[in-house]
């Protein structure tokens, strides 16, 4: 069951939070904040909360992560080391990955406008590539032969299904940007198989992000087996690899209620296999990319209160030392997240929680109970894992946090904190 907090998060009788064994105070003074902190064992747990249920409903499986959650070497490597493989959507996420631990067969290659040097990137590594149109197929072909190789492609379809989610993270959609329409599948199916140097692996759906009903994947699953089915009479071919994508959602606020992973994975498993059975199918590889449900509990931010500002009769503020540059995330999509003080306990009265940014709308929620704050206080904010660091910024020419990830009471800098020698790099 997705959890708001890290697995490994308990409060000590004195009050005091610890997260991978460590107090997250200690963390804040070792560190600095803003702080992004990453409990190994939760993203360890969430790998295996794909994987053990896979390997007994389905085990000719393979589950990617989506890295535009949240990617760095030493993220890529431990998910690596629980054989997990990576989904990028471009060649900086590429590059990351190519030089991770997570080995390039385990690589898929999104993206709906990736550039001729993204293209050749992957080819020259042997990245599989999950092509979006039909002006990147001929692409593809013709680089491959410029440098005489194989592509090995999935292709994306635009599934036609409506999930329930904000609208800036729906991607099944008819008018979606993402994916072939159906009505071409078969012309550039048909596209790759008879021509020499594009080799097909199968097909690609995703419906959305932050999603909480089991059934639009189930409704996913018959609609593509029924391509499955159509692609066989069609072309004459069976895939062997079929990608349901990501998007399962993840516990922000206690009230939340996103599915158990392991019944999603009975679920879908058992009505797959049904509709394979039912067709005369022969079972696929199946590829799931699952981004935030992996890492996002996973991570939790760390700010120091700087100032609380009464707003006498309207609002109290708690200032903190980050805000919109290092998550965007309730600006741009509303999100609600869950904060507690990391040095006292208890609920108090609300604050409304505010950033340093120069702009009124960074603020990162309303109506936060805490026990009276004061200057110098550390803030967890939980749940900032996946699509925090991913989307940071340097608004306001701030320099983005550190994240260390902890784990038995030791912790290790993942990434370091930006210099103000970081920040002018590029100034000339
Ligand atoms: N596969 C594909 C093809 C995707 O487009 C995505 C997410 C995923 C997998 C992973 O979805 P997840 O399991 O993480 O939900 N920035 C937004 C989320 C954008 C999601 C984009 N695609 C946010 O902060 O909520």
């Given at each position: 069951m997705s959890t708001v907090k890290p697995i490994t998060l308990t409060r000590h009788l004195e009050g005091e939070l610890e997260v991978g064994g460590i107090d997250l105070t200690e963390l804040a003074q070792t560190y600095g904040t803003p702080l992004y902190v990453l409990d190994e064992a939760t993203l360890r747990d969430n790998c295996r909360a794909y994987t053990a249920p896979l390997s007994q409903h389905y085990p000719n499986y393979q589950v990617v992560f989506a890295g535009k959650a949240g990617l760095n070497k030493g993220i890529l490597n431990l998910i690596a080391e629980e054989g997990l493989g990576v989904d990028v959507v471009s060649g900086g996420e590429l590059y990351t990955a190519l030089k991770?631990?997570?080995?390039?067969?385990k690589i898929l290659f999104h993206g709906n406008n990736k550039s001729l040097e993204e293209i050749s990137m992957a080819l020259d590594h042997q990245i599989r590539i999950v092509v979006d149109n039909g002006q990147e197929l001929k692409n593809i072909q013709t680089l491959c032969q410029q440098k005489a190789c194989t592509a090995n492609l999935l292709v994306r379809l635009k599934p036609e299904i409506e999930a329930h989610t904000h609208d800036y993270i729906k991607?099944?959609?008819?008018?979606?940007?993402f994916g072939i329409d159906k009505r071409e599948l078969i012309d550039i199916i048909s596209f790759i198989v008879d021509t020499p140097e594009l080799k097909f692996l199968g097909i690609h759906g995703h419906i959305g992000s932050?999603?909480?009903?089991?059934e639009p994947y189930l409704d996913l699953v018959r609609i593509m087996v029924g391509h499955l089915v159509h692609i066989k009479s069609e072309v004459g071919v069976e895939v062997e690899e079929l990608n349901l994508g990501g998007g399962i959602g993840i516990r922000y606020i206690e009230q939340d209620d996103p599915p158990a992973i392991d019944l999603f994975i009975e679920k879908l498993t058992t009505l797959l296999k049904e509709e394979l059975k039912k067709a005369g199918l022969k079972e696929p590889k199946l590829i799931l990319e699952p981004g935030r449900s992996i890492i996002g509990n996973a991570g939790l931010t760390l700010y120091t209160v700087g100032a609380v500002k009464p707003i006498p009769g309207i609002k109290d503020y708690v200032f903190v030392d980050g805000g919109m540059a290092d998550n965007p995330r309730p600006m741009l999509y509303q999100a609600e997240y869950t904060f507690e003080l990391a040095n006292k306990a208890g609920k108090g009265k609300p604050y409304t929680i505010a950033g340093?940014?120069?702009?009124?709308?960074?603020?990162?929620?309303?109506g936060v109970l805490l026990p009276e704050p004061s200057v110098g206080d550390v803030l967890a904010v939980y749940?900032?894992?996946?699509y925090n660091y991913a989307m940071a910024s340097n608004y306001n020419r701030c320099q983005r946090p550190a994240m260390v990830g902890v784990f038995g009471g030791h912790s290790r800098v993942l990434v370091r904190r930006e210099t103000y020698d970081d920040v002018i790099r590029y100034d000339l």
């Open positions: 991770s631990d997570v080995s390039p067969d991607t099944g959609h008819i008018d979606s940007k932050q999603i909480f009903d089991v340093k940014y120069c702009e009124s709308g960074d603020v990162l929620a309303e749940g900032t894992g996946a």
